[in-house]
């Protein structure tokens, strides 16, 4: 199925639910279908554009005594979930790269009354709280973080809007948004059950691109017996120091 926008989304759901007159069903309400159906898929499979990555600095603490430093940095107004945060180094250490631990904040409460626990240093655990991250120990310097994270979707809204799913999938879209009207507009149970059988039947087979691409690359890698001694240096899949991109 080619790329879809709204409107075309709209003329598909109106056309299998009867064709109802825009007085009795208007476009809002279809377009609420639609959105709620766009929104469910991008955060329960796994999409590429649905991920972002950005990266930011950490600040060092002030030389004041005792010295100040800042724990928590904010995350942007778009995340759902953050996937992982590594530590890119820094311009004294470029080399020291890893990838945070993700913690509770009971984890953190118990650091903060431990102490033994040092207060700063390389950063090596988060934990997310409301609209920021709280790194610990608090970082004693100036080091690059690189946050990837599933991002919410912004809602089609004008005729011409398109998802930022790849278009094999705007089929599915269209079978979720049927159920939804049959579900929670017309509250007709059966049609609703009948529409849900043919979005399950559709759903079952349909690969997602991130996991297919894991699944490649798992049954891909095969490690030939006469490389397999050339050691941990030679490999490839390491994070470079100057892969500090950002996402859109």
Avoid at 7 to 25: H, I, K, M, Y
Avoid at 57 to 64: D, E, F, Q, W
Avoid at 222 to 231: C, E
Wanted: proline share 7%; charged share 20%; glycine share 4%.
């Amino acid at each position: 199925m080619a790329n879809m926008t709204l409107a075309q989304f709209e003329t598909w759901l109106r056309g299998v639910v009867g064709n109802p007159s825009t007085a009795d069903v208007p476009n809002t309400t279809l377009d609420q279908c639609i959105n709620e159906a766009y929104d469910e898929i991008a955060n329960r499979f796994q999409f590429h554009l649905v991920r972002k990555i950005v990266t930011f600095l950490t600040g060092a603490p002030t030389v004041a005594v005792p010295p100040v430093g800042t724990p928590r940095y904010p995350i942007p107004c778009d995340l759902l979930e953050a996937r992982s945060l590594w530590n890119m180094g820094s311009a004294i250490n470029i080399d020291a790269q890893y990838k945070l631990e993700k913690r509770d904040e009971a984890w953190l409460a118990g650091q903060q009354s431990d102490l033994n626990n040092p207060i700063f240093g390389q950063p090596t655990s988060y934990v997310r709280q409301r609209d920021w991250i709280e790194l610990s120990p608090v970082p004693d310097g100036i080091y690059n973080m690189r946050l990837e994270y599933k991002a919410s979707i912004a809602p089609l809204s004008i005729s011409t809007d398109s998802p930022i799913l790849p278009d094999v999938w705007h089929k599915g879209i269209c079978y979720l948004a049927r159920v939804k009207y049959w579900d929670e507009v017309q509250l007709d149970n059966p049609k609703a059950a009948a529409a849900m059988a043919i979005w399950n039947a559709w759903i079952e087979t349909k690969p997602v691109e991130v996991q297919e691409e894991d699944f490649a690359d798992n049954t891909e890698g095969v490690v030939v017996p006469t490389l397999s001694n050339r050691g941990r240096n030679s490999s490839s899949r390491f994070w470079s120091s100057n892969y500090f991109d950002v996402a859109d």
